[in-house]
């Protein structure tokens, strides 16, 4: 229920937010055509979520035949959360990273880069892969998902809001007393703080479901020793090896795989890493 009232709290707000931009760019026209967009996207990420985020990384699905070790963790993993075994993806990628994806447990999906199987032990990619299944199990990965979808549209409204003021999109109204839209002004602030909002909502609700995904994975393993581990190597290897992944999605992500440091780091979708590992270590399995 929580994780229901989380998404259309999310919902609401981005939904909101797209309109807002729309009436920044096109007055009230362009609200109307911004809330018939979200209205859209809400539907679309609801149903194709797993495969929209899946092509955005080229995620290609793996057979059996060709990963049976890692086949045989998904498996097990599964049957102790007692939801079914999601289809496995791997992305060409030497950064090591994973994430889960779709709406519920019986339209879910797992994908991992190819860096991380290089890396990872046996003990630590079943942490891994437990913190995953764990994000499908409590069905965190709907509310993941719309908000990558909807975050990627408000940013996407907020470029062209930045051109639009530019190049004179926003004088004209104010010429004209500002009768359609919200003036070069408003547009200014819109482009500034539409993306900002929609990362803060994103932040808001994913640190929350890292802790909590952390626990119930090194509960489903039953330690929390070999996601601890990976968590480590994760976030040395992550740094030194980046996922070119579009910051609307860094929030799926078991570690954020785009850079930061300074102030970027206060604005991470992802909690602090060495708070996530000293949580990990204080459990008592």
């Given at each position: 229920?929580?994780?229901?009232i989380?998404?259309?709290?999310?919902l609401i707000?981005l939904?909101?937010?797209l309109?807002?931009?729309g009436?920044?760019?096109?007055?009230?026209q362009?609200?109307?055509?911004?809330?018939?967009?979200a209205?859209?996207?809400?539907?679309?990420s609801?149903?194709?979520?797993d495969?929209?985020?899946?092509?955005?990384?080229?995620?290609?699905?793996?057979?059996?035949?060709?990963?049976p070790?890692?086949?045989?963790?998904?498996?097990?993993?599964?049957a102790?959360a007692?939801?079914?075994?999601?289809?496995?993806y791997?992305i060409s990628?030497?950064?090591?990273?994973?994430?889960?994806?779709g709406?519920?447990?019986?339209?879910?999906?797992?994908?991992v880069?190819?860096?991380?199987?290089?890396?990872m032990?046996?003990?630590?990619?079943?942490?891994?892969?437990?913190?995953?299944l764990?994000?499908?199990?409590?069905?965190d990965?709907?509310?993941?998902?719309?908000?990558?979808?909807?975050?990627?549209?408000i940013?996407?409204?907020?470029?062209?809001?930045?051109?639009?003021?530019m190049?004179?999109?926003?004088?004209?109204d104010?010429?004209?007393?500002?009768?359609g839209?919200?003036?070069m002004v408003?547009?200014?602030?819109?482009?500034?703080?539409a993306p900002?909002?929609?990362?803060?909502i994103?932040?808001?609700?994913?640190?929350?479901?890292e802790?909590e995904?952390d626990?119930?994975?090194?509960r489903?393993?039953?330690?929390?020793?070999?996601?601890?581990?990976?968590?480590?190597?994760?976030?040395?290897a992550s740094?030194?090896?980046?996922?070119?992944?579009s910051?609307a999605?860094?929030?799926l992500f078991i570690?954020?795989?785009?850079t930061?440091?300074?102030?970027?780091?206060?604005?991470s979708?992802?909690?602090p890493?060495?708070?996530?590992?000293?949580?990990?270590?204080?459990?008592?399995?």
């Amino acid at each position: 229920m929580a994780n229901l009232i989380k998404t259309g709290f999310l919902l609401i707000v981005l939904t909101c937010l797209l309109v807002l931009v729309g009436g920044a760019l096109g007055g009230q026209q362009g609200m109307t055509i911004a809330f018939i967009l979200a209205l859209v996207m809400n539907v679309g990420s609801y149903w194709f979520s797993d495969k929209i985020v899946l092509s955005m990384y080229g995620a290609q699905p793996v057979e059996e035949a060709q990963a049976p070790g890692l086949y045989r963790i998904v498996r097990e993993l599964a049957a102790r959360a007692q939801i079914p075994v999601p289809p496995i993806y791997m992305i060409s990628d030497d950064s090591p990273n994973a994430f889960a994806t779709g709406r519920n447990p019986s339209h879910a999906a797992v994908a991992v880069t190819e860096g991380i199987l290089r890396i990872m032990s046996e003990e630590e990619l079943k942490g891994v892969l437990a913190h995953e299944l764990s994000h499908v199990k409590n069905r965190d990965t709907l509310t993941m998902t719309i908000a990558a979808t909807l975050a990627g549209a408000i940013t996407y409204l907020g470029q062209m809001a930045q051109w639009g003021a530019m190049f004179g999109g926003g004088r004209r109204d104010d010429e004209e007393g500002g009768g359609g839209g919200l003036g070069m002004v408003g547009v200014l602030i819109m482009a500034i703080l539409a993306p900002f909002a929609a990362l803060l909502i994103q932040m808001a609700i994913s640190r929350s479901r890292e802790y909590e995904a952390d626990a119930s994975g090194a509960r489903l393993v039953g330690k929390a020793s070999g996601l601890a581990h990976a968590l480590e190597k994760l976030e040395v290897a992550s740094q030194q090896n980046p996922l070119p992944a579009s910051p609307a999605t860094a929030h799926l992500f078991i570690v954020n795989p785009l850079t930061s440091g300074g102030l970027a780091s206060l604005f991470s979708t992802h909690p602090p890493i060495e708070e996530r590992i000293a949580r990990l270590q204080a459990m008592k399995l």
